[in-house]
């Protein structure tokens, strides 16, 4: 038989503070900032890297929200078990559909407005630099991480859910690809980069790679910097940037090459 479990059980609000909840007072719940909603088994696990930096600071100052929701609150019985023996046999646990139902049914009952609805996984659709222009685009996203095996198949079909790949390898859970993928969508949500102009120049925006950085000293173990980047000729140094990238694109990323020309 399966409990009951209140409305909301398992969700907590995070962000990246080591004050306790009650004393937060000077960080605004901002209606309809951008919201990640995560459905894990290790919600201790967030806001992990996204606590730091620029990411952290929007995070402390409303500009986006993360909302945990963990699987365990979800699961059956005393034990409150969430996984079983994969059907038909074989190695490891599966993620039973039940259990997950009952947190994304939570998950999308609190989530406002269009928001993707993702599992993190290495059958999925490569993520990449235009999802998470779109996915910035939306008022959130939805994500389901995985453990174990996985989760049953039947779920992804009834809830239309779509997968998506960090790369392909596998990891141990779906917790570190989610973290890579806000963090690489949240820096596209506006006042979260100081520079305005750093997510415009920077690789994959313009379908190139980026060109190479230097800073001070001009001088480093008899290494200098280019000349054309001292010159002060502003058409100079953007003309040599531009070469640069699109050799750099040309010999470590033929796939984007041909694509950039074609669009070009
Ligand atoms: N048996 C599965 C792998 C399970 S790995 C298979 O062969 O496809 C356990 C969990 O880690 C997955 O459920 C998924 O949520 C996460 N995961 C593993 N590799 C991933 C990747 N490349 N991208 C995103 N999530 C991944």
């Known amino acids: 038989m399966t409990e009951k479990t209140p409305k909301s059980a398992g969700r907590v609000s995070v962000r990246p503070t080591l004050k306790p909840r009650e ?18 088994l290790f919600p201790q696990a967030f806001p992990g890297v996204l606590g730091e930096s620029l990411t952290g600071r929007a995070l402390q100052d409303g500009i986006w929200r993360l909302d945990t929701f963990d699987l365990r609150n979800y699961g059956i019985g ?7 023996t994969p059907a038909g046999g074989g190695a490891g646990m599966v993620l039973r559909a039940d259990v997950l139902e009952q947190a994304i049914m939570d998950a999308r009952g609190q989530s406002k407005g269009v928001a993707p609805l ?11 630099q235009a999802m998470a222009r779109s996915w910035a685009r939306a008022d959130g996203v939805t994500m389901l991480c995985g453990r ?19 790369g392909d390898f596998v990891l141990t859970g779906g917790e570190i690809a989610a973290q890579a993928m806000i963090d690489a969508t949240v820096r596209l949500l506006p006042g979260v980069l ?21 800073t001070k000293p001009a001088e480093w173990r008899g290494h200098q910097i280019p000349d054309v980047l001292l010159s002060g000729n502003h058409a100079k140094i953007a003309a040599w ?4 990238s699109e050799a750099l694109t040309k010999a470590r990323r033929p796939d984007l090459w041909v694509k950039f020309q074609q669009g070009d």
Do not use: C, M
């Not at 005393?78 to 079983?84: A, P, S, Y």
């Open 78 to 84: 005393k034990h409150r078990n969430v996984d079983d």
């Open 148 to 166: 174990f095996e996985g989760v049953d198949e039947r779920v992804l079909h009834h809830f239309n859910i779509q997968e998506v790949s960090l």
């Open 118 to 128: 993702v599992y993190l996984s290495p059958r999925g659709q490569r993520f990449d």
């Open 241 to 244: 940037r531009r070469a640069q």
């Open 194 to 214: 100081g520079n305005a102009e750093s997510a415009i120049e920077e690789s994959f925006s313009t379908g190139l790679l980026e060109h190479p950085q230097y």
């Open 23 to 40: 004393l937060i007072t000077d960080t605004p719940d901002l209606v309809g900032a951008w919201t990640a909603q995560i459905i894990t």
